[in-house]
């Protein structure tokens, strides 16, 4: 969801100081297992259409639609892989 770890603080600070006393923050986060599924999904539809596998990624429906320039991440690794994300 971050591409680094300050984008993640500094929401979590927006957030904490923005509430009110007994306030409540609602938020939907896109699930991670889902994204990289539709992601390899459509990585492996442009191997098999002989596309070269080139960015930007575009994986989309009639509701949301998001954006890769890469699709290759070491999974250890907490941030880094950015995205735009368009619900």
Known sequence: MFDREEHALQLLQNISGRLVKNGMFICIIPDSNVI???MRHHY???K???KPAQGPFV???????MRFDQIAFDKRQL???GYGFYL
């Open 36 to 38: 990289v599924k539709r």
């Open 59 to 65: 994986v989309k429906n009639q509701y949301y639609s």
């Open 44 to 46: 492996s539809e442009q």
């Open 79 to 81: 941030y880094g892989l």
């Open 48 to 50: 098999d259409a002989n």
